[in-house]
C-alpha cells in the first residue's frame, strides 16, 4: 500500500521554526516531483513548495520564497521542508504529495494540486503571534 505520512507539525511562535517530513512507503518516489500544500481552515489547499527528481530543481510560493526551504533524500523515500520566520498566516495543515511517475518538474504544472497522484493526511502547524 503505498503512503505519504507527514511529521514534525505543532506549536510554535511567530519567528520560530518548524521541520516537516514526509515519509513514503510501498514503494520508491526517486522518480516523482515531491511538494508540499498547505490548508487553512476555510480555504482551499494552497501549493508551498515542490521538488524535483534529483533535488536540483525547486519551485516555491511567493509566500514560501527566502523563508521555506524543501529537500528530499531518495535513499530514505523521504521529502522535507525546513520553514523559518515562521508567521500566523503560515498556521495550516500541511500536506505531502507525489506527482506522477517519472514526470519532470515544471513551473507549469507544479502549483496544480490536481497534477499531485499521491497525498498524506497531513501534519497541523500552528503559529502563535
Known amino acids: 500500500q503505498v503512503q505519504l505520512v507527514e511529521s514534525g507539525g505543532g506549536l510554535v511562535q511567530a519567528g520560530g521554526s518548524l521541520s516537516l517530513s514526509c515519509a513514503a512507503a510501498?514503494?520508491?518516489?526517486?522518480?516523482?516531483?515531491m511538494a508540499w500544500f498547505r490548508q487553512a481552515p476555510g480555504k482551499e489547499r494552497e501549493f508551498v513548495a515542490a521538488i524535483s527528481w534529483r533535488g536540483s530543481s525547486t519551485q516555491y510560493s511567493d509566500s514560501a520564497k527566502g523563508r521555506f526551504t524543501i529537500s528530499r533524500d531518495n535513499a530514505k523515500n523521504t521529502a522535507s521542508l525546513q520553514m523559518n520566520s515562521l508567521k500566523p498566516e503560515d498556521t495550516a495543515v500541511y500536506h505531502c504529495?507525489?506527482?506522477?511517475?517519472?514526470?519532470?518538474?515544471?513551473?507549469?504544472?507544479?502549483?496544480?494540486?490536481?497534477?499531485?497522484?499521491?497525498w498524506g493526511q497531513g501534519t497541523q502547524v500552528i503559529v502563535s503571534s
Open positions: 510501498g514503494r520508491s518516489f526517486s522518480k516523482n516531483v
Open positions: 504529495a507525489a506527482g506522477p511517475n517519472s514526470r519532470m518538474l515544471l513551473a507549469s504544472w507544479a502549483d496544480r494540486r490536481n497534477e499531485y497522484d499521491y
